[in-house]
């Protein structure tokens, strides 16, 4: 995948992530959209490493999966924070 495709891919999963999350949460959308980027490819590597494949384009199963990794992250964060 390409670098836009990341960001895109990101920006999704960043906002599905913040969307799904319980409570208030302090991160903007810079904060989401970085945590979304970063969450995909903390997704993609987790989910290569336990047989799930990885992010092999822009699908259900990438935007699923980057979403986990984007909720990991943001949870991660709100406890850091």
Partial sequence: MG???????GLIA???AKWLMPG???GGFII?????????FVGGFLG???GLGGMDGLSLGSI??????AFILLFAYNKLK
């Fill in 3 to 9: 670098i836009l495709s990341w960001v895109i891919l």
């Fill in 14 to 16: 960043g906002m599905l």
């Fill in 24 to 26: 208030k949460d302090g």
């Fill in 32 to 40: 989401t959209t970085l945590l979304g980027i970063a969450g995909a």
């Fill in 48 to 50: 290569s490493l336990i």
């Fill in 64 to 69: 699923a999966t980057a979403t986990a990794g």
